[in-house]
């Protein structure tokens, strides 16, 4: 018996205990895995009309992760995503001039429930009109959709015509033109001919045009309520109209950052004919833009806590020590000008630069929510050599307004009036990956990550900034090859996993379960060839 003892090892002893704790491993990875990948991995595409005659159809037999894809034509609906769609995308087939949702001017068109996150990505919203809140579209408290790539024209209601933001939502609203659309109530509650937000909103909105809104109160463009924390980079805002204060936009108690925008012939009855502030919250920032041909005055507001900065504003605006006389003040802040910035057809609603014009290499490369692209898609940062750079940073230097000038003042207009949807790519790599496949409607995931996450800090965007820079050779390369789009396509997976889960439940979420993973893989490997070893 003591003979038996003495022959059994430590090693014997220890192996089951090792072998055990590896299978545990292995399974917590399983279950994280699944737990990540499984809203876009299991997933299925709907086709409308080829599986189900109408959209709502087939919103309601999707699941968490389904794509509905819609073929062009006019659908007569009133479409809601209700409280048990998670993370499902709505994607027109051939872009919003061809596919559109007219609501028959019988309440919103388009209605995210509650606490949801979906997106709407290529459709016309139009013909929406309630006595409540959003005639085109309207987002539930809470809720975080993307509406992307989208024209949202024609629609009326109490407050936010086109888009009615629900408390605490935050929506990523991008590529889009919100025209046309107006609020008509009998209050100073009835604001946002374009876009209205309840408090504690917190929407970003990229890329997109704002023009021909009105408000029989305030905020013709846009109008931000207590405790809101808009986002608004490279946005056009023209042609918007307040019948109180804010012809483009109007906001109290709230802190947006406004960077790279040009406004031009907003009007209010009041001063602030661009912007009209009330008690601005610490944060609120507005750089790199242009402010030009609004009236009566382009800014105006009752504190000092607003932070302008490297701005072209006409007159100077109104404010605390600055009276806003035209053409004799500049609002007071660095590198702000009071100078004609020479668009190229301001009177038909084209915004790009001329060659001579002050705002060329004029901005601050160190702005917040910096963009490392304009609304045209073209690179930020061209460096001009026949213009003095006048901006902040090594160059190249950004320009002021949504538009960077690449040594072309000819362009044409049809950004205007059309939204650019195109799935080829366009020189990111990873969407001419995508084109085509299931992966194509969850670029947007990673973009949305891409404009939340990393364009607000200095680190993501010289990752971004490099990332441009060199995708399109990849992209041009990766196109002439399936097997190579492929292999990017299965890639995305652990990408778009985790940007969903970091817009989802934050960032310090997100990292914590790709670090458990990370960590329990590591100790799993380990312990499997400690085990061999043993044996």
């Not at 051939?94 to 949801?116: C, L, W």
Request: hydrophobic share 35%; aromatic share 8%; proline share 6%.
């Amino acid at each position: 018996m003591k003979k038996l003892m003495n022959e059994v090892s430590p090693s014997d002893i220890l192996k089951p205990t090792l072998v055990l704790f590896t299978k545990c491993c292995s399974f917590c990875f399983f279950i994280l895995s699944i737990f990540i990948f499984s809203s876009v991995v299991f997933a299925a595409t709907i086709f409308v009309p080829g599986d189900y005659d109408t959209i709502q159809d087939a919103i309601n037999a999707s699941s968490t992760g389904d794509t509905v894809s819609v073929a062009e034509g006019t659908y007569y609906e009133n479409i809601l995503f209700p409280g048990n769609t998670t993370n499902i995308t709505l994607v027109s087939e051939n872009g919003p001039e061809s596919t559109v949702i007219d609501g028959g001017n019988n309440g919103s068109v388009v209605t995210f429930a509650a606490g949801i996150n979906a997106t709407l990505d290529g459709f016309t919203i139009t013909n929406g009109s309630t006595s409540e809140n959003g005639g085109g579209i309207r987002i539930g408290s809470s809720s975080s959709p993307t509406i992307a790539n989208c024209i949202i024209t024609d629609n009326e209601a109490f407050a936010g015509g086109g888009i009615s933001c629900g408390d605490s939502s935050e929506p990523f609203i991008t590529n889009s033109i919100i025209q046309n659309n107006s609020v008509t109530g009998d209050n100073d509650q009835s604001n946002g001919g374009g876009i209205h937000a309840s408090p504690a909103a917190s929407p970003t909105i990229t890329n997109c045009i704002i023009k021909d809104n009105t408000s029989d109160w305030n905020g013709g463009g846009l109008a931000f309520n207590t405790a809101d924390e808009p986002l608004i980079v490279n946005c056009i805002f023209s042609n918007n109209t307040a019948a109180v204060n804010g012809g483009a936009i109007t906001f109290k108690n709230s802190a947006p950052i406004i960077t790279n925008c040009t406004f031009s012939n907003n009007i209010a009855s009041s001063p602030g004919g661009a912007i009209a502030c009330s008690n601005p919250l610490p944060g609120t920032a507005v750089s790199n833009s242009i402010l030009w041909g609004d009236s009566p005055a382009e800014i105006t507001c009752d504190a000092n806590t607003i932070s302008v900065t490297y701005s072209d504003i006409q007159g100077g605006g109104m404010g605390p020590g600055n009276p806003g006389i035209p053409g004799e003040t500049t609002w007071p802040g660095t590198g702000n000008i009071n100078a004609d910035p020479k668009f190229v057809d301001e009177e038909n609603g084209d915004f790009h630069l001329l060659n001579d014009s002050p705002c060329i290499d004029a901005g601050d490369n160190s702005a917040l929510a910096l963009p490392s692209t304009d609304i045209d898609g073209d690179d930020r940062k061209i460096d001009d050599p026949g213009v003095a750079d006048t901006g902040n940073g090594t160059p190249p230097i950004v320009d002021m307004g949504a538009f960077e000038y690449n040594g072309n003042s000819e362009h044409p207009l049809e950004w205007v009036t059309k939204v650019k949807f195109s799935g080829s790519g366009g020189g990111c790599f990873i969407a001419t990956a995508a084109y085509g496949s299931y992966w194509e409607p969850h670029v947007m995931t990673l973009r949305q990550f891409r404009d939340e996450y990393l364009l607000t800090n200095k680190l993501g965007t010289n990752f971004v900034e490099a990332y441009y820079k060199y995708s399109p050779p990849l992209a041009d390369y990766i196109a002439e090859y399936d097997g190579l789009r492929t292999a990017v396509r299965i890639g995305l997976a652990p990408l778009v996993g985790f940007s969903w889960l970091a817009i989802k439940f934050g960032i310090f979420t997100a990292m914590v379960i790709l670090l458990s993973i990370l960590t329990l893989t590591i100790s799993g490997t380990c312990l499997m060839s400690k085990s061999k070893e043993i044996n």
